[in-house]
């Protein structure tokens, strides 16, 4: 997949948990992990502001478009 998730460098930035970004977004620790290990295949757009507004961060520093 083209696309690459980097919630997990941008989580390991801000100093926050998987259990604290899940109580500000309001999404399932499951699924937040789903997210940051990349075994999703789309994303909504109103959980991508929740994840950056939480973290006061841009889509374009989570996602990253990668040619194969």
Known sequence: ???IMRLDRV???RKISLND?????GVSNVNLS?????????IRFSTLEAICEALDCQPGDILEFSKE
Not at 34 to 42: C, D, E, I, Q
């Open 21 to 25: 970004l899940s109580e500000k977004v």
């Open 11 to 13: 989580m390991a930035d």
């Open 1 to 3: 997949m083209p696309i």
């Open 34 to 42: 789903k997210l940051k290990n990349g075994h999703v295949s789309a």
